[in-house]
Nanobody
Framework: QVQLVESGGGVVQAGGSLRLSCKTS????????MGWFRQAPGKEREFAAA????????YYADSVKGRFTVSRDNAKNTMYLEMNTLKPEDTADYYC???????????????????WGQGTQVTVSS
């Protein structure tokens, strides 16, 4: 069973930065495709970023492209989301997700992922 634990959330002013981490256990990270999703109050969970097993392929939602960077350190079994130039509309609970299927398609779909973390809260004040 794959377990995912997010950390790094907090309160930050608009224009600031945060780095989220997602620690995995139960599988080595290099066997997992990974994604970040977020859910704002009263809204559906939406895709933010994804990264393939090797880290060579990354994907972003238009709303975060150019401001967020997803990366992974397979040796540490940890995925990261570096968030810069944060906006109040980035306020949400952020979740990491994982799956083991191949190929890595439909990476923006919640239905693709089999494992989810409990989330970490990010609040961006204006």
């Amino acid at each position: 069973q794959v377990q995912l634990v997010e950390s790094g959330g907090g309160v930050v002013q608009a224009g600031g930065s945060l780095r989220l981490s997602c620690k995995t256990s139960g599988r080595t990270l290099n066997s997992l495709n990974m994604g970040w999703f977020r859910q704002a109050p009263g809204k559906e969970r939406e895709f933010a970023a994804a990264i393939g097993r090797t880290g060579r392929n990354t994907y972003y939602a238009d709303s975060v492209k150019g401001r967020f960077t997803v990366s992974r350190d397979n040796a540490k079994n940890t995925m990261y989301l570096e968030m810069n130039t944060l906006k109040p509309e980035d306020t949400a609970d952020y979740y990491c997700a994982a799956d083991e299927k191949w190929p890595f398609t439909a990476w923006g779909s919640r239905a693709r992922y089999d494992y989810w973390g409990q989330g970490t809260q990010v609040t961006v004040s204006s």
